[in-house]
T-cell receptor, first 113, second 113 residues
């Protein structure tokens, strides 16, 4: 298996623009997590899904952030409009209901200027 | 509620000497615990996991960790550091149902020749 695949790896955008981050979980995994990593706050859980259904989005910082999982093999995290303080590395992770460990993608480094 | 505290933000060791990274956890039930490693500009890789089986857990690259319930600790050790061990290490606790991961603040390991 190729592991969790995230795209793009790097994104630079101007303040006010819409940004869409993408994630393909490991095939067969039924949990998907979105995390954000910053120097100030470390790794924070934003939202997670089970069987494509959002379970807890209490970590989503503002209404500007939204996430979807239209099918078992694809999820998006969207920021609209983006702001410089959204600059961070965003990680997607997936887990099987048969296991306890999560597998992480390589991350998307977002820079909003 | 659950949380982890990594007691050292930075650890510097000489190549060939032992490494000790300290972690204390707080959990209202029997936790699942993990250590993840992050090399510069890379994703998060699972080093090892504890799931209430053996209290001494062996992981990849010669790392191991010991779960001590009485001390609520899960310290990570390696007998002999290698230059490639230079990275950031995260102690992580998981709720047993959804698999939400709560990350510690991380310990940056520097290995000197």
């Amino acid at each position: 298996d190729a592991g969790v695949i995230q795209s793009p790896r790097h994104e630079v955008t101007e303040m006010g623009q819409e940004v869409t981050l993408r994630c393909k979980p490991i095939s067969g995994h039924d949990y998907l997590f979105w995390y954000r990593q910053t120097m100030m706050r470390g790794l924070e859980l934003l939202i997670y899904f089970n069987n494509n259904v959002p379970i807890d989005d209490s970590g989503m910082p503002e209404d500007r952030f939204s996430a979807k999982m239209p099918n078992a093999s694809f999820s998006t995290l969207k920021i609209q409009p983006s702001e410089p303080r959204d600059s961070a590395v965003y990680f997607c992770a997936s887990r099987s209901s048969q296991g306890i460990e999560a597998f992480f993608g390589q991350g998307t480094r977002l820079t909003v200027v | 509620a659950q949380s982890v505290t990594q007691l050292d933000s930075h650890v510097s060791v000489s190549e060939g000497t032992p490494v000790l990274l300290r972690c204390n956890y707080s959990s209202s039930y029997s936790p699942s615990l993990f250590w993840y490693v992050q090399h510069p500009n890379k994703g998060l890789q699972l080093l090892l996991k504890y799931t209430s089986a053996a209290t001494l857990v062996k992981g990849i690259n010669g790392f191991e960790a010991e779960f001590k319930k009485s001390e609520t600790s899960f310290h990570l050790t390696k007998p002999s550091a290698h230059m490639s061990d230079a990275a950031e290490y995260f102690c992580v606790v998981s709720d047993s149902y959804w698999g939400k991961l709560q990350f510690g603040a991380g310990t940056q390991v520097v290995v000197t020749p």
